[in-house]
């Protein structure tokens, strides 16, 4: 499978922004596709993720509230739309695909490149 994640930008504190991720070659291996962000000097973490064919959802306890997770799968794109941004939420977004849910780096097998959103303050 291939991932291409775009959508970032800069924005301000209590802004909104909407990242997509395209994906093609899908297989019955992923199963999970998930949203992790990486900001400098920091390990990579688990924002959000959502299960491909039943549509729940998971979310890290950082983002409860604020951001939310969705997939079209008539196109084959999963979203995530991020509201009431805060300056901490800075970072490079990647989406990725697991055969299960897995909230870890280590567990995604696929990984689109990052796109970098800036929270001003």
């Known amino acids: 499978v291939q991932l291409q994640a775009s959508g970032g930008g800069l924005v301000q504190a209590g802004g909104s922004l909407r990242l997509s991720c395209t994906l093609s070659?899908?297989?019955?291996?992923?199963?999970?596709m998930s949203w992790f962000r990486q900001a400098p000097g920091e390990e990579r973490k688990f924002v959000a993720g959502?299960?491909?064919?039943?549509?729940?959802?998971r979310y890290a306890e950082s983002v409860k509230g604020r951001f939310t997770v969705s997939r079209d799968a008539s196109i084959y794109t999963v979203y995530l739309q991020m509201n009431s941004l805060k300056p901490e939420d800075t970072a490079l977004y990647y989406c990725?695909?697991?055969?299960?849910?897995?909230?870890?780096?280590?567990?995604?097998?696929?990984w689109g490149q990052g796109t970098q959103v800036t929270v001003s303050s």
């Open positions: 070659g899908l297989t019955t291996r992923d199963n999970f």
């Open positions: 959502i299960r491909w064919r039943e549509g729940t959802k």
């Open positions: 990725a695909t697991s055969s299960a849910v897995d909230t870890t780096a280590v567990g995604a097998t696929s």
